[in-house]
C-alpha cells in the first residue's frame, strides 16, 4: 500500500530543501528563507523536520510490506535496515567531502581530509531513522508514545542540569550548550560543521529520533483508518494541540532547530501534522490529483534529489569562469540580478533551480524509474 498524499507531502519537504538551500546570494536572502540564528523560528526550520516526519510516516507501510511476506522477511528488513542507513550515512560523507573533492579535481587545490565534517542532514536522516525503527520493532504504540516523552522531558532535563565543564548547567548558547560540549568530546572539533559546534550532532539526534516517531503514529493512523474527512480533522486536531503544547514549551525551554530542542520536536510535528491533514484531504479524501501530483514527482525520489541537487551546487560553485566569479555567481548576477535585483533575483534563482530539478526527476517520474536508498 503506497499512499499517494505521503509522497506530495515528501515531495513538498524537498522542494522546501531545495529552495531555501540555493539562493542566488546567501546575502539576499528574505527573512522566511533564513533559519533562525538561534533561539526562535521561521517558516524554513519547518522544513527538515517536517521530512523526518515523513521519514516516520512510511515506516508502517514498509514494515507491513515486509510482514505480508514469506518466512525470511524478518532477516531481510534488518539487512535492507542496516544497509539502508549505512548508505545514508556514506552519501552525507560524500556531500560533506565534494566542496574539497572538487576544488582539487577542478582548480587543483590541497585536500584535507583531516577536518572533513562527519555529521550533516543525511547521517541525521540515517540515525534519527534507524533509533526509531528499532523503537517500533521493540515497542507497542503506547510504550513509542511514552519513549518518546522520556526522550523529550530527558533531553530538557539533560541540557537544564548536566553541567558544561568551563560553563555551568543550563547556558544554551553554541558554546555553553551540552550537545556542543557532546560532540567536541566524541567528535573533536575539527569535525564538526563550525568547528565547535554542529546543528546535527549526535546528541541532539535523539530528540530528532522523536520527530520521526510523531510521523510513525500518524502513519499508522492513516494507513489503518478509511480514507475520510475525519482522518484529516484528527491530524488537524492533533496539530493544533502540538503548536499550543510547543509554543508554550518554548516559553521554558527555547524553540531553537540547531539544539533540536523538545519545544522545537513538539512545535514542528504540530506543523507536520497540519501539512500532512492538507495533503492527505485534497488528494486522498478530495482526489485533487492535479494539486498534488508535481510534489509526487519529486516526493518518489526525494533523496536522490537532495543528494544530486547538493552536488551540483557545489560544482557550480567550484567552477570558476575567467573574471573569478564561479558559475553560479555568473549565473545569478547575469541572468537573474538585470531584471529582478538582488533580493527577488536571489529568489528567482532558487525557485529556477527547483524548476530545473523537477524537470529532470519527471524524465524519471514518466519512465517508472524510483531510486530506492
Known amino acids: 500500500m503506497r499512499l499517494a498524499s505521503l509522497d506530495s507531502f515528501r515531495g513538498l519537504a524537498i522542494a522546501g530543501m531545495v529552495l531555501v538551500n540555493n539562493p542566488g546570494s546567501w546575502s539576499h536572502i528574505y527573512g522566511p528563507l533564513r533559519h533562525a ?34 518466512a525470511g522477511a524478518h532477516s531481510a528488513f534488518y539487512q535492507r535496515l542496516i544497509r539502508r542507513v549505512l548508505v545514508l550515512f556514506a552519501l552525507g560523507l560524500v556531500l560533506n567531502a565534494s566542496t574539497a573533492a572538487l576544488e582539487w579535481a577542478i582548480n587543483g587545490a590541497p585536500m584535507d581530509v583531516s577536518t572533513l565534517r562527519i555529521m550533516g542532514v543525511l547521517q541525521r536522516i540515517a540515525l534519527a531513522y534507524l533509533l526509531a525503527v528499532l523503537l517500533v520493532l521493540a515497542l507497542s504504540p503506547r510504550l513509542q508514545a511514552v519513549a518518546v516523552g522520556l526522550v523529550l522531558l530527558g533531553y530538557w532535563a539533560a541540557l537544564a542540569w548536566i553541567p558544561v565543564p568551563g560553563v555551568g548547567a543550563g547556558v544554551l548558547t553554541p558554546e555553553g550548550a551540552l550537545p556542543g560540549h557532546v560532540d567536541r568530546l566524541l567528535l573533536t572539533p575539527a569535525h564538526l560543521y563550525q568547528g565547535w559546534f554542529d546543528p546535527e550532532g549526535l546528541l541532539s539526534t535523539l530528540p530528532a529520533a522523536a520527530s520521526v516517531l510523531f510521523g510513525t503514529a500518524a502513519g499508522a493512523w492513516v494507513k489503518d483508518a478509511p480514507v475520510s474527512s475525519r482522518v484529516s480533522l484528527g491530524l488537524a486536531g492533533a496539530g493544533l494541540a502540538c503548536l499550543l503544547l510547543g509554543g508554550l514549551w518554548g516559553l521554558v525551554f527555547p524553540i531553537n532547530k540547531q539544539l533540536w530542542t523538545s519545544s522545537y520536536v513538539v512545535l514542528t510535528a504540530g506543523g507536520s501534522l497540519l501539512l500532512l491533514a492538507l495533503c ?86 514518466r519512465r517508472g524509474i524510483t531510486i530506492r536508498i
Open 37 to 70: 540564528e538561534w533561539h526562535g523560528f521561521t517558516p524554513t526550520d519547518q522544513i527538515f523536520p517536517a521530512f523526518l516526519f515523513i521519514v516516520g510516516a512510511a515506516i508502517p507501510f514498509t514494515l507491513a510490506r515486509y510482514r505480508e511476506t514469506a
Open 280 to 365: 492527505y484531504e485534497a488528494v486522498e479524501v478530495r482526489r485533487w490529483t492535479w494539486l498534488g501530483w508535481p510534489f509526487q514527482v519529486m516526493g518518489v525520489n526525494a533523496i536522490t534529489l537532495f543528494f544530486a541537487s547538493g552536488i551540483v551546487a557545489r560544482l557550480l560553485g567550484v567552477v570558476r569562469l575567467d573574471d573569478g566569479r564561479s558559475l553560479q555567481l555568473t549565473l545569478y548576477q547575469d541572468l537573474f540580478v538585470p531584471w529582478a535585483g538582488p533580493f527577488d533575483g536571489s529568489l528567482a534563482y532558487a525557485l529556477a533551480t527547483v524548476a530545473v530539478w523537477w524537470l529532470l526527476l519527471y524524465g524519471l517520474y
